[in-house]
């Protein structure tokens, strides 16, 4: 209603604003909206970028937080704002297209223009401290002789996802629970509540710092943070699933607008000072641009469009 | 007390109501909600029991009076103290929704202003007042603007104007 | 570095200035409705990439202990708690403010501040790693008995039985509100996106304490008002007098560690029991609710006992307890500080200034508190026709903050209508709190422990009391039962005597 009331009014001096654009933007702060809490993952990405990218832009760039609903409220917000180049988002895909397909969402893939994106961090499975498997073989065997009887901790929409498929994959039956946040996930693996945890390699350090014993991570090859472990793929089991932190804007933006978007983030890209920080946060920098970012999405939905599809009914059902 | 009658009836009519939408949800969520809503049931039915119990005890001429009194008086803090100011605080949000924080915070210092000079006494309402009311509106706005969107930066509920 | 030559580091300008500018800013967001710790430091957080990682570790740290005490001014001086944890603060302090004792339930409220950051601090420094080993015992099973425990509190608070069930209850189903945590169902959502993130407790806080607050001081002549007074009493007197109340100043500053050191459970919970706990105990004749000193000291102590003890999970496991502690290692990630048992060997001096540095931050606290108290009381000066509307657009504001949500500033104005409501008509609304703060943790808790049991093929209850600490759990929640029914029923007999008097 917002927008509507405001096209009416500035619809008059719409065609000058237009031209005024092309040479000026950005006139005036810049907001990004991170569809979760302060202090995670997603959170930390969007802050160590927006500082970079402000410089470059001549622009304050504030990041807001607007989480709930396992980050549907403020990807929401994002897809339904001005696409003017002023309200911009980060959050980490497959997040978006994972609500989607699993729930009434009213915005859709398409609803985003993607821009960038900024890491290719991989799912793993991690063992508690106490458990006897420390292998992907040992961990399986054990599983398929007593199905569901172990259990799978796991938390956000990717989680859950990625917790099914490593069952189905690997022909086992596991027992998945909820948590509501990567601490608490890692809470109860390492007082041995629950036998495995579904998360990011970002939680490595802290659970191999407690005892916990990385099984694999769901990648394509081994990480260079950590070349000890194995992935999935090579343990033979086909799954490769991870979390990609992209920048977006809301579908719709002014060509000249998106350009300087656009060639403000390929100059930041190689900014030694804002990879150091990624490093430091154990982010693995990886960027694509907007043409390579849109490739990669497109190919990842494919992947991930029959896993939903398998495991949609265990998904609300459970 | 009537006050507890229609406490217990509303806490029961909608215990009923909410739990009608649960029946739908798949068990392991209906659970919980279930289980609440009947507690809040059972504590509407104790709660009309209880004050029908009290209307059947026999209350002095003198009980009677003071009871009236004290019903009055509720009558009164309901209308004027209660839906008056929330209907402005609701009138404030429209207008945090269509122009933005600011006017709205504006609007609300001026009229709840008036309203509690108003209250204590409707003489107060003349020129200089209104003066007051419209200058204090201002210097709060002015205030709240500066320390929380200059200084520091926190983002204000925007409407289509601001 | 050895650890002497790292605390000699902390008597340095930049690290005095950092603490007590943290430490200001958090009593200022503490104080204002709505804003607190939690928002104060994800306000300065940006500032912190610039620091040195410890230096700007204090600042954050500053920010917690500071927002902890602030919610407290404004409670005990308006009835309006400037955060959650200040809640039961308002229902002891606001009394004594009416008795024109204000300034000596400021003192108190500054004092048990400092005692419990003191008390928590000191146990962060000396018993991290076993108490962290302790925060990793509680599974499933012992968090839903430590939730119930909370629930039974709501007991002890006084007025009509009936009355505080409904109120809890009513929590509890607000809590219910929004997607499933655990099923990802959509419960009394009725397709409106803004319900499906659920109601969460600041906006309700800020309906039931404040706005209902405001509402019904509308129209009070100034002759009615609390009248400010210049109150004699010495700084020391009350400090005595809170040493003087046998354990309560310690065991209030142990309830909140503990409590405060499970994550998720929070530091509302902690605040809550340690009243709680107060009321059975307490000595004092004055009864509760009416101003007794006693509920201060056990609810102010306790909060800010939870600062040090919620990064216990943080430093020694890289696990954050609490949202603000998760903020706080969101600024660390940035630094490359890796949290957990290896901070203590690889930056030695990150983790030892930060610790010891908490240290000063309850000095700066106190200093500010006990120097400020003569101009936060002036406040009582100001008329209420000024107070009522100031504080109105101030919480309106703080309601939208928490979330950027326009949709929790629509929920505060309701529940301020219903909450204006409830107090005239005689309902409790702390419990609503209450509920509304354990109404997850009770079903999550649950919920898991009946997926577990079923996983491993055992009943229920036999997974719920499988460990000897959920063994004693369940005896203190026993406990706490009868206690609360003997209280209850102690309440009663007196009430009669005064009666047949």
Known sequence: MNAKLSFLLSAPFLLTAGIAQAQDFPTKNIQIIV??????????????????????????????????????IGIDEIARSDADGYTLGVFGYPDNFVLEHTRDTSFTFDSLDYLAAFDDMPMGVFASPNSQHSTLEELVSYGQENPAEMIIGESGALGLLHALAFAERSDMQITPIRYSGGGELMNALLGNHIDLASTSSMSHDPIVDSNGTPIGFAAEERME???????????????????????VAPEGLPDDVREALVTALNEISTDEAMIANFENAKIPYRYLDDSAVNKMLEQSNSVLMPVIENNLDKINGN | MLSNLILGVVILLSSIFFYLQAIDLPERSALFPHFILWGMAIVGVLLIFQALLEVRKKVSQEGLVSRREARAQLNDILIFQVLVPGGLLLMAYGLLLSVGFYPASAFLVFTIYSYHAYRIDAANLNKSMWFRSIGFAIAVTLFMYLIFTLLLGLPAPSGALF | MDIFSILLNLFTPSV????????????????????????????????????????????????????????????????????????????????????????????????SSMFGGFIGVLILILFTPPLAKLALQF?????????????????????????????????????????????????????????RSGISVVPVVLGLFCFAEMFLNIGKKPSEQVQYRDQKISRMTVVKDILSQRFLVWKS?????????????GTTLAVFMSYGDAKRTSRRDVPFEQGNPDGIIAAE??????????????????????????????????????????????????????????LLTVVAMTIIGAVGIKYFSYILKIKMEYIVPTVLVFALFGAYSLRNSLFDVFIAIVLGIVGAIFKKIHVPVAPIII???????????????????????????????????????????????????????????AAKEVKNA
């Not at chain 1, 927006?50 to 470059?56: I, K, S, T, V, Y």
């Open chain 1, 35 to 72: 569809p979760y809490s302060a202090g995670g993952g997603g959170d930390t990405v969007a802050r160590i970028v927006a500082d970079r990218l402000g410089e470059e832009l001549g622009q304050q760039i504030n990041v807001v937080n607007r989480e709930g609903a396992g980050g549907e």
């Open chain 1, 225 to 247: 943070m950590f070349p000890d472990v194995p992935t999935f793929k090579e343990q033979g089991l086909d799954l490769v699933m991870g979390v990609s932190r992209v920048l």
């Open chain 3, 16 to 111: 005095f200035l950092v603490v007590f500018a943290g430490v200001l800013v958090g009593i200022v967001v503490g104080a204002i409705p709505g804003l607190n710790g939690a928002i104060g430091i994800s306000l300065l957080l940006p500032l912190t990439f610039t620091m040195e990682p410890q230096i700007g570790l204090l600042l954050l740290g500053g920010i917690y202990m500071g927002g902890m005490y602030g919610g407290s001014i404004t409670a005990i001086l308006i009835n309006v708690p400037g955060d959650v944890v200040a809640a039961p603060v308002a229902m002891e302090g606001y009394p004594l403010t009416k008795q024109g004792r204000a300034k000596e339930a400021l003192y108190y409220s500054i004092f």
């Open chain 3, 139 to 195: 599974g499933p099973a012992e968090m839903f008995f430590v939730s119930l425990s909370g629930l039974i509190i709501v007991g002890a608070l006084s007025g009509s039985f009936l009355k505080a069930a409904f109120a809890v209850l009513l929590g509890l189903f607000i809590s219910t509100v929004g997607v499933d945590m655990i099923t990802g169902s959509e419960r009394f959502t009725f397709d409106s996106i803004s319900l």
């Open chain 3, 253 to 265: 500053g142990l309830i909140g560690t503990l409590v405060g050191l499970l994550p998720g459970v």
């Open chain 3, 301 to 358: 102590s306790a909060n800010n006992a939870t600062v040090g003890s919620s990064m216990v999970p943080l430093l020694a496991l890289g696990v954050p307890g609490s949202p603000t502690s998760a903020i706080i290692a969101g600024a660390l990630v940035i630094h490359g500080i890796v949290l957990g048992p290896s901070l203590f060997v690889n930056r030695p001096d990150v983790a030892f200034t930060f610790l010891y540095g908490m």
């Open chain 3, 435 to 493: 509920g509304v703060v354990l109404g997850p943790l009770i079903e999550t808790n649950l919920a898991r422990a009946m997926r577990i049991a079923g996983a491993r093929n055992m009943p229920l209850w036999e997974y719920l009391l499988a460990t000897p600490l959920s063994k004693g759990l369940v005896a203190l929640v026993v406990i706490m039962l009868l206690v609360v029914i003997r209280m209850r029923h102690k309440e009663k007999v």
